[in-house]
């Protein structure tokens, strides 16, 4: 089994709707959490980045963790046809320069 | 600012031969990572290089791969002989300084081993 679990899709959605993604994971010494997207054929961009339990709000993008039931979120509300890509969640036990472990990625697609 | 340069993008070579990935950090970014990127999977990390010192090689396949940071900035990783199971994407990414230690990633080398 896989330290970080991550549906891979696809997520197919209508231009608007609220996306949610989320992962679960096994090692309980994570305590860094960060979303990234990943367009095809380009390396990752980091969109969200928690430290600990609790939710975080950065423009249209939610992310929550809930370290008790070890399980991370990401919602785009409004979603647009430019958040078509793969998102990965990624988390480490140190600080976020440390070795991250990522899931396989959700592919995402938002439909017109 | 520039990101991180990956060269090449694209490389297709035959089994058994050498590779070599160049990689070219954010400036002032001091810690550097090496990661492989299965198609349909995440990232997983290779190396990972504070300044010229390799601090965590752990997962590098040492018996084919290799990898160096001279002068502690551009970085190299080296494959040979090359199997047709090292087919992927290998990306570079580094980071600043404490406390600001986001990884920010190159678009990697995509790597067809025939």
């Known amino acids: 089994q896989k330290e970080v679990e991550q549906d891979p899709g696809p997520l197919s959605v209508p231009e608007g709707a609220i996306v949610s993604l989320n992962c679960t994971y096994s090692?309980?010494?994570?305590?860094?959490f960060m979303w990234y997207r990943q367009y095809s054929r380009k390396g990752p961009e980091l969109l969200m980045y928690?430290?600990?339990?609790g939710n975080k709000e950065d423009g249209r993008f939610t992310a929550q963790v809930d370290k008790s039931s070890k399980y991370i979120s990401l919602f785009i509300r409004d979603s647009q046809p430019s958040d078509s890509a793969t998102y990965l969640c990624?988390?480490?036990?140190?600080?976020?320069?440390?070795?991250?472990?990522f899931g396989g990625g959700t592919r995402v697609l938002v439909k017109p | 600012e520039a990101g991180v340069v990956q060269s090449p993008r694209y490389k297709i070579i035959e089994k058994k031969q050498p590779v070599a990935f160049w990689c070219n950090p954010i400036?002032?970014?001091?810690?550097l990572y090496w990661y492989l990127q299965n198609l349909g999977q995440g990232p997983e990390l290779l190396i990972r290089?504070?300044?010229?010192?390799?601090?965590?090689d752990s997962q590098l396949p040492k018996d084919r791969f290799s990898a160096e940071r001279l002068k502690g900035v551009d970085s190299t990783l080296k494959i040979q002989p090359a199997e047709l199971g090292d087919s992927a994407v290998y990306l570079c990414?580094?980071?600043?300084?404490?406390?600001?230690?986001?990884?920010?990633f190159g678009p990697g080398t995509r790597l067809t081993v025939l």
């Open positions: 928690t430290y600990s339990s």
């Open positions: 400036s002032g970014h001091n810690t």
């Open positions: 990414a580094s980071s600043p300084p404490y406390p600001d230690d986001t990884q920010y």
């Open positions: 990624a988390m480490s036990a140190g600080a976020a320069g440390n070795k991250l472990t």
């Open positions: 090692n309980s010494a994570f305590q860094y």
């Open positions: 290089y504070e300044n010229e010192e390799a601090v965590d």
